[in-house]
């Protein structure tokens, strides 16, 4: 069992960056590969980002290659999401996620409650 937190999410101007946090808990955290996504208002939740369980291979979705970076350290139990030159259509609720490497949310076995992201223009 793996429980997920995001936190780091907020309000920022265009042009800005944030750093979203994912801290998860279980001993084999160590062990899944992770993936954020996002789900703006009035539109499907989709793929942002995953990285393997140890951390050597990355995918993004291709709008956002450039932009978002994810990455992860195993101690503490920890998947970051930093996101550079923002954009107003970046804003929405971003969600963390475990057990998968997939573009495919129904693929993850486990979910955090979201981390709410405004971009202002």
């Known amino acids: 069992q793996v429980q997920v937190v995001e936190s780091g999410g907020g309000l920022v101007q265009a042009g800005g960056s944030l750093r979203l946090s994912c801290a998860a808990s279980?001993?084999?955290?160590?062990?899944?590969?992770m993936g954020w996504f996002r789900q703006a208002p009035g539109k499907d939740r989709e793929f942002v980002a995953a990285?393997?369980?140890?951390?050597?291979?990355?995918r993004y979705a291709d709008s956002l290659k450039g932009r978002f970076t994810i990455s992860r350290d195993n101690a503490p139990n920890t998947v970051y999401l930093q996101m550079n030159s923002l954009k107003p259509e970046d804003t929405g609720v971003y969600y963390c996620?475990?057990?998968?490497?997939?573009?495919?949310?129904?693929?993850?076995?486990?979910w955090g409650q979201g981390t709410q992201v405004t971009v202002s223009s």
């Open positions: 996620a475990a057990g998968s490497y997939s573009q495919y949310a129904w693929e993850y076995a486990y």
């Open positions: 279980g001993r084999t955290f160590s062990r899944y590969s």
């Open positions: 990285i393997t369980w140890s951390g050597g291979s990355t």
